[in-house]
Protein backbone atom coordinates (compact mmCIF):
# COMPACT_ATOMS: atom_id res chain seq x y z
CA UNK A 1 0.00 0.00 0.00
CA UNK A 2 1.44 3.51 -0.90
CA UNK A 3 1.47 6.14 1.53
CA UNK A 4 1.80 9.76 0.85
CA UNK A 5 1.97 13.28 2.33
CA UNK A 6 2.21 16.70 1.09
CA UNK A 7 4.69 18.42 3.47
CA UNK A 8 4.12 22.01 4.43
CA UNK A 9 6.38 24.48 6.77
CA UNK A 10 3.34 24.89 9.84
CA UNK A 11 3.01 28.83 10.63
CA UNK A 12 1.77 28.82 13.87
CA UNK A 13 -1.03 31.27 14.60
CA UNK A 14 -0.14 34.72 16.68
CA UNK A 15 -1.37 34.48 19.85
CA UNK A 16 -5.20 35.98 20.04
CA UNK A 17 -9.09 34.87 20.01
CA UNK A 18 -10.04 33.01 16.98
CA UNK A 19 -13.72 32.07 16.11
CA UNK A 20 -14.47 28.16 15.62
CA UNK A 21 -16.40 25.10 15.39
CA UNK A 22 -16.12 22.34 17.33
CA UNK A 23 -15.44 19.62 15.12
CA UNK A 24 -14.60 16.42 17.01
CA UNK A 25 -14.66 14.77 20.41
CA UNK A 26 -12.43 12.10 21.53
CA UNK A 27 -11.58 9.96 24.95
CA UNK A 28 -8.16 8.61 25.17
CA UNK A 29 -6.15 7.79 27.63
CA UNK A 30 -3.33 10.34 28.79
CA UNK A 31 -0.65 9.96 31.21
CA UNK A 32 -2.46 11.20 34.10
CA UNK A 33 -6.12 9.34 33.36
CA UNK A 34 -8.79 9.36 31.29
CA UNK A 35 -9.02 12.79 28.58
CA UNK A 36 -11.03 14.33 26.11
CA UNK A 37 -9.04 15.67 22.95
CA UNK A 38 -11.32 18.56 21.12
CA UNK A 39 -10.46 19.23 17.51
CA UNK A 40 -11.48 22.57 16.69
CA UNK A 41 -12.05 23.57 12.94
CA UNK A 42 -11.23 27.71 13.13
CA UNK A 43 -13.63 29.89 10.74
CA UNK A 44 -13.28 33.34 9.26
CA UNK A 45 -9.61 34.06 8.02
CA UNK A 46 -7.95 31.02 9.01
CA UNK A 47 -10.74 28.75 8.04
CA UNK A 48 -9.37 25.21 7.23
CA UNK A 49 -7.00 25.57 10.05
CA UNK A 50 -7.30 22.70 12.59
CA UNK A 51 -6.13 22.88 16.50
CA UNK A 52 -6.80 20.58 19.17
CA UNK A 53 -7.21 20.52 22.57
CA UNK A 54 -7.03 18.38 25.37
CA UNK A 55 -8.98 18.66 28.89
CA UNK A 56 -9.09 15.55 31.76
CA UNK A 57 -12.39 13.79 31.59
CA UNK A 58 -13.60 15.38 35.32
CA UNK A 59 -17.02 15.38 36.32
CA UNK A 60 -15.98 18.34 38.72
CA UNK A 61 -17.46 21.95 37.55
CA UNK A 62 -14.81 23.68 38.42
CA UNK A 63 -12.58 21.90 36.17
CA UNK A 64 -11.81 22.86 32.39
CA UNK A 65 -13.65 20.21 30.57
CA UNK A 66 -16.64 21.54 32.53
CA UNK A 67 -15.65 25.37 32.01
CA UNK A 68 -14.96 24.36 27.99
CA UNK A 69 -18.33 22.33 27.78
CA UNK A 70 -20.36 25.96 29.68
CA UNK A 71 -18.51 27.87 26.65
CA UNK A 72 -19.67 25.97 23.68
CA UNK A 73 -23.19 25.97 25.22
CA UNK A 74 -23.29 29.16 26.13
CA UNK A 75 -25.10 28.66 29.47
CA UNK A 76 -24.09 26.94 32.77
CA UNK A 77 -23.98 23.47 33.33
CA UNK A 78 -26.12 22.27 35.66
CA UNK A 79 -25.28 20.04 39.11
CA UNK A 80 -26.17 16.86 37.97
CA UNK A 81 -26.38 17.52 34.25
CA UNK A 82 -25.64 14.75 32.20
CA UNK A 83 -23.73 16.85 28.86
CA UNK A 84 -23.04 14.78 25.61
CA UNK A 85 -20.11 16.18 24.71
CA UNK A 86 -20.82 14.74 20.98
CA UNK A 87 -24.11 16.97 20.96
CA UNK A 88 -21.58 19.95 21.07
CA UNK A 89 -20.28 18.65 17.67
CA UNK A 90 -20.68 21.60 15.20
CA UNK A 91 -21.74 24.59 17.61
CA UNK A 92 -19.39 27.47 17.36
CA UNK A 93 -17.24 29.02 20.11
CA UNK A 94 -14.39 31.20 20.43
CA UNK A 95 -10.84 30.29 21.17
CA UNK A 96 -7.93 32.24 23.10
CA UNK A 97 -4.73 30.40 21.60
CA UNK A 98 -1.01 31.19 22.65
CA UNK A 99 1.87 30.93 20.65
CA UNK A 100 5.21 28.88 22.26
CA UNK A 101 8.29 27.97 21.71
CA UNK A 102 9.59 24.45 22.08
CA UNK A 103 13.05 23.75 23.09
CA UNK A 104 14.37 23.06 20.02
CA UNK A 105 12.58 26.92 18.83
CA UNK A 106 9.99 25.22 16.86
CA UNK A 107 6.70 27.41 17.07
CA UNK A 108 3.33 26.30 18.00
CA UNK A 109 0.14 27.07 19.24
CA UNK A 110 -1.98 25.90 22.52
CA UNK A 111 -5.29 26.49 23.15
CA UNK A 112 -5.38 28.29 26.40
CA UNK A 113 -9.14 28.73 26.70
CA UNK A 114 -12.42 28.34 25.46
CA UNK A 115 -14.89 30.86 25.32
CA UNK A 116 -18.80 31.57 24.28
CA UNK A 117 -19.45 32.53 20.76
CA UNK A 118 -20.03 36.00 19.94
CA UNK A 119 -23.46 36.81 19.81
CA UNK A 120 -24.53 36.75 16.01
CA UNK A 121 -25.44 40.82 16.20
CA UNK A 122 -21.57 41.54 17.26
CA UNK A 123 -20.10 40.08 13.88
CA UNK A 124 -22.07 42.65 12.09
CA UNK A 125 -21.22 46.29 12.26
CA UNK A 126 -23.38 49.34 11.30
CA UNK A 127 -21.07 51.37 8.41
Same mark, same amino acid.
Given at each position: ?? *? ?5 ? /???? =????? $????? @? ?20 ? /? ?38 ? @?????? =???? *? ?11 ? @???? @????? =?? =? ?5 ? $?
Amino acid at each position: ME *VRFKATN /YEPL =PTGEY $PATLQ @NVEVSEGQYGSQVRLTFALDGQ /YAGRKLTAYARLSESLSGKLAKWTQSILARPIREGETVDL @NALIGK =PCTL *VVIRATKPDGAGF @NRVE @NVLPA =PP =PEALFTE $P
